[in-house]
C-alpha cells in the first residue's frame, strides 16, 4: 500500500525519527531547514552583520550546519558573513583526512575557511600527546586545546559568534553524563543553546551557539544522504570515550521506544536550570597566555607544563583541581587574592612566577 506524504501529495519515502510522520524526501528536507530556521528566530542567535564561525571537522553535523545555515543565510537575507573555522589536532590517518572534506566544502559551499593547528598553538600534535600519555586521557587534552583553539581563531577572525553542530543527541547525553556524575555547574549550562558569556568552559571569549540543539542526529544523517553531502564519517582513531558511549547507547535505547525521549531529556536539562543554583568559579585571566581561565594558570597552560616537563598525568589532576569560588580576584587583575590587592600579605603572594599555588 502506498502512504501519501503528510505535507503534498507525492509518495511518503520515510518516516521522520523524530516525529514518525510518514514524509517524501523533499518535503523532509524542507521541514529540516525550516525547524532550524525557527530555532534561529525564536532564539535570536544572529544579528544582522554578525561574522559567524562555523566549527567545521568534516564530520556529518559541522558539514549540514554549513550547508543549511549557507542556504537560510541567503534565503532569509540574515546578513551573517560566514567563515569556517577548523581546528588541525594533528592526528594522522583522520584529521588530516577529515580537513580534505572541509577544503572541498570551503569550495563548494564558497565560505572561506581557516585552519588553526595544535603543532602551531601548542607546540604539540594529538599524535605526539598519545605518544606521550597513553590511550586513556587522550580526550581531556585534545577537550581543552580545542576550545581554545576555536576561540584563538574567532579572535583573529573578528568573528563575533561561533556556532558548533552539537545535535539533540549530543546534548541529551551530555545531560545523562553530567546527571550521573552529579556535575551541578555543568548540568547547569549544558543545554544553553548560547554559551559563553557567563560559563568559564563553555567559550568565554566568543559567544557559542548550537542551532541544532533540537534537531536529531537520524535526521542529520538522513538530510546529509538525500542532499548528497560530501562528509568525512570514521571515528577518531584515539576515542575511547567509554563513559559518553554508555550515555549515547542509553539514549539511542531509549529513542527506540519513545523517540521522544531525547527532547524531553533536553527539556528536563533546561529546568533543571532553572532550579539549581551553582556558582561559578571566579573569572580570571591566566597570567601566561591571557585567555580566561578560573585558575592562576588556564588548563591550557597547566596542560602544557605537564607535557613540557615529562609529567603529563600530573598536570591532569592540577587542571581538573577548581579554585575556590570565594576567593577575590585581586584588583591588579593578574592574580587571585583574599583580600583587594596582591600585596603580598595574602595566599596570592605564594604565586611566584609561573608557579600554580593552589589555595
Ligand atoms: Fe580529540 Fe578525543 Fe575527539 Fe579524538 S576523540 S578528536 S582525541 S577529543
Ligand atoms: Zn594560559
Redesign the pocket.
Known amino acids: 500500500m502506498t502512504v501519501q506524504c503528510k505535507y503534498c501529495e507525492k509518495r511518503a519515502q520515510l518516516k521522520r525519527p523524530k516525529t514518525g510522520h510518514a514524509v517524501c524526501k523533499s518535503c523532509f528536507c524542507s521541514i529540516f531547514e525550516e525547524e532550524v530556521h525557527q530555532v534561529i528566530t525564536e532564539y535570536g542567535l544572529f544579528r544582522k552583520g554578525d561574522v559567524v564561525g562555523i566549527g567545521a571537522s568534516g564530520g556529518k553535523d559541522s558539514t549540514v550546519l554549513a550547508y543549511v545555515l549557507n542556504e537560510l543565510n541567503k534565503r532569509h537575507s540574515y546578513g551573517l558573513k560566514l567563515h569556517l573555522v577548523s581546528v588541525d589536532?594533528g592526528?594522522t590517518g583522520?584529521?588530516d583526512d577529515s580537513l580534505q572534506s572541509v577544503k572541498r566544502n570551503e569550495s563548494e559551499y564558497a565560505i572561506p575557511l581557516t585552519v588553526v593547528s595544535y603543532k602551531e598553538l601548542y607546540g604539540w600534535t594529538?599524535d605526539e600527546i598519545v605518544k606521550e600519555i597513553g590511550r586513556r586521557n587522550?580526550?581531556t587534552f585534545?577537550?581543552v586545546f580545542?576550545r581554545q583553539a576555536l576561540d584563538r581563531a574567532a579572535l583573529k577572525l573578528h568573528v563575533n559568534k561561533l556556532v558548533t553542530g552539537h545535535n539533540a543527541d549530543d546534548i541529551a547525553e551530555t545531560v545523562i553524563m553530567n546527571t550521573l556524575r552529579g556535575d551541578i555547574a555543568r548540568l547547569q549550562r549544558c543545554t544553553n543553546i548560547v554559551t559563553g558569556s557567563e560559563s568559564l568552559e563553555e567559550g568565554d571569549l566568543v559567544p557559542r551557539c548550537k542551532p541544532f540543539k533540537f534537531v536529531y542526529e537520524k535526521e542529520i544523517v538522513l538530510y546529509a544522504y538525500h542532499k548528497k553531502l560530501d562528509y568525512f564519517s570514521t571515528?577518531?582513531?584515539?576515542?575511547?570515550?567509554a563513559y559518553r558511549g554508555y550515555a549515547r547507547s542509553y539514549i539511542k535505547d531509549l529513542e527506540r521506544v519513545h523517540p521522544h525521549a531525547i527532547i524531553d531529556i533536553i527539556q528536563s536539562g533546561d529546568h533543571m536550570t532553572a532550579r539549581v543554583d551553582a556558582k561559578m568559579p571566579t573569572r580570571i585571566e591566566c597570567t601566561r597566555c591571557h585567555y580566561i581561565s578560573s585558575q592562576i594558570l588556564c588548563k591550557a597552560c597547566i596542560l602544557l607544563d605537564g607535557l613540557n616537563s615529562g609529567k603529563p598525568r600530573l598536570s591532569l589532576t592540577k587542571a581538573s583541581r577548581p579554585l575556590a569560588v570565594s576567593k577575590e580576584v585581586c584588583s591588579k587583575k593578574d592574580k587571585v587574592s583574599k583580600g583587594k590587592e596582591c600585596s603580598g600579605s595574602c595566599g596570592c603572594a605564594e604565586i611566584q612566577g609561573n608557579d600554580i599555588n593552589y589555595f
Open positions: 589536532e592526528i583522520y584529521r594529538m587522550n580526550c585534545c577537550g580545542r571515528e577518531c582513531i584515539y576515542s575511547p570515550n
